[in-house]
């Protein structure tokens, strides 16, 4: 069984710097695409940011373009989350997500339902 594990969150001013890391268990993560998610008190899980199986290619929630970069280690079984010049907006619950094989090209990648295993979840609040 799959396990995803996200750690790294914590409460940071606003303008600050937070990495994310999700560690993944089992010998197959090279072989999936992952995601993040955020989910805010009282609002929708919604998109952050994913990467294809390599980490050739990238995907960006408009609201963090230009501020999160999300990246991959297959070496390490972990996909990270850089996030730079937080917003108290940003406040939410991060979960990282492992992509589901086979999704038709063309796809959204920002789907919940393309995503099959996620983890607990790591805290971000920002202050202002």
């Known amino acids: 069984q799959v396990q995803l594990v996200e750690s790294g969150g914590g409460l940071v001013q606003a303008g600050g710097s937070l990495r994310l890391s999700c560690a993944a268990s089992?010998?197959?993560?090279?072989?999936?695409?992952m995601g993040w998610f955020r989910q805010a008190p009282g609002q929708s899980r919604e998109f952050v940011a994913a990467?294809?199986?390599?980490?050739?290619?990238?995907y960006y929630a408009d609201s963090v373009k230009g501020r999160f970069t999300i990246s991959r280690d297959n070496a390490k079984n972990t996909v990270y989350l850089q996030m730079k010049g937080l917003k108290p907006e940003d406040t939410a619950v991060y979960y990282c997500?492992?992509?589901?094989?086979?999704?038709?090209?063309?796809?959204?990648?920002?789907?919940?339902?393309?995503?099959?295993?996620w983890g607990q979840g790591t805290q971000v609040t920002v202050s202002s």
């Open positions: 089992g010998r197959t993560f090279s072989s999936y695409a």
């Open positions: 997500a492992r992509r589901r094989l086979n999704i038709p090209s063309g796809s959204s990648w920002s789907a919940l339902f393309e995503y099959d295993i």
């Open positions: 990467i294809n199986w390599s980490g050739a290619s990238t």
